[in-house]
């Protein structure tokens, strides 16, 4: 059974940074596709930050460019997400998700990141 868990969120100003942290069980790391992040702000669809294959190489929506690293640790089964610069319009539920081939979509339960101005 595959399970994914998000750390991390959090009330922060205008400016600062947060690091999200998901960790995975019930699946060989290694074989994932993709992992990555999305976000859901309210009254707005679900749309993804970022996400990094394999092979280690990131995908970023352009909002975020520049100021959100993803990054992934296979030894920890656990993928990042540093925000830096943060703006009220990063304000959202982020969910961790996982795609493998074969095995589709799965997703965590969510974490709130609030951006005050």
């Known amino acids: 059974q595959v399970q994914l868990v998000e750390s991390g969120g959090g009330l922060v100003q205008a400016g600062g940074s947060l690091r999200l942290s998901c960790a995975a069980s019930?699946?060989?790391?290694?074989?994932?596709?993709?992992m990555g992040w999305y976000r859901q702000a309210p009254g707005k669809q679900r749309e993804l930050v970022a996400n990094?294959?394999?092979?280690?190489?990131?995908n970023y929506a352009d909002s975020v460019k520049g100021r959100f690293t993803i990054s992934r640790d296979n030894a920890k089964n656990t993928v990042y997400l540093q925000m830096n610069s943060l703006k009220p319009e990063d304000t959202a539920v982020y969910y961790c998700?996982?795609?493998?081939?074969?095995?589709?979509?799965?997703w965590g339960q969510g974490t709130q990141v609030t951006v005050s101005s």
């Open positions: 019930g699946i060989i790391f290694s074989s994932i596709n993709l």
């Open positions: 998700n996982l795609w493998r081939l074969g095995s589709g979509n799965y």
């Open positions: 990094i294959n394999r092979g280690g190489s990131p």
